[in-house]
């Protein structure tokens, strides 16, 4: 069983940055992949970047490529997602998931068992 919590949700202009975090606890943190999933109004849930269960590896959706850093902090437990530049079609519900049995991630949302509360980023143009 893995508890996800996200934060760092909130409201900015177009060009700004944001930094989301979600903390993990209930399984070792560093023996998963973790990954960002976004979805908008009346959009399905996509993927927004991954990192694999030490951090040597990430990947990340085109939309979001050289604007997006994924990394994690495997002695705090906490995945975090660096928005830089932000657009307004970034606007979105920001989901935190994983799934133990994945050391190196996938950007399909139906191979994620365990899944945070989200967090609301709007960006204004």
């Known amino acids: 069983q893995v508890q996800l919590a996200e934060s760092g949700g909130g409201l900015v202009q177009a060009g700004g940055s944001l930094r989301l975090s979600c903390k993990a606890s209930?399984?070792?943190?560093?023996?998963?992949?973790m990954a960002w999933f976004r979805q908008a109004p009346g959009k399905e849930r996509e993927f927004v970047a991954l990192?694999?269960?030490?951090?040597?590896?990430?990947y990340y959706a085109d939309s979001v490529k050289g604007r997006f850093t994924i990394s994690r902090d495997n002695a705090k437990n906490t995945v975090y997602l660096q928005m830089n530049s932000l657009k307004f079609e970034d606007t979105a519900v920001y989901y935190c998931?994983?799934?133990?049995?994945?050391?190196?991630?996938?950007?399909?949302?139906?191979?994620?068992?365990?899944w945070g509360q989200g967090t609301q980023v709007t960006v204004s143009s």
């Open positions: 209930g399984r070792t943190f560093s023996s998963f992949a």
């Open positions: 998931a994983a799934d133990t049995s994945m050391m190196y991630g996938s950007g399909r949302p139906y191979e994620y068992r365990y």
């Open positions: 990192i694999n269960w030490s951090g040597g590896s990430t």
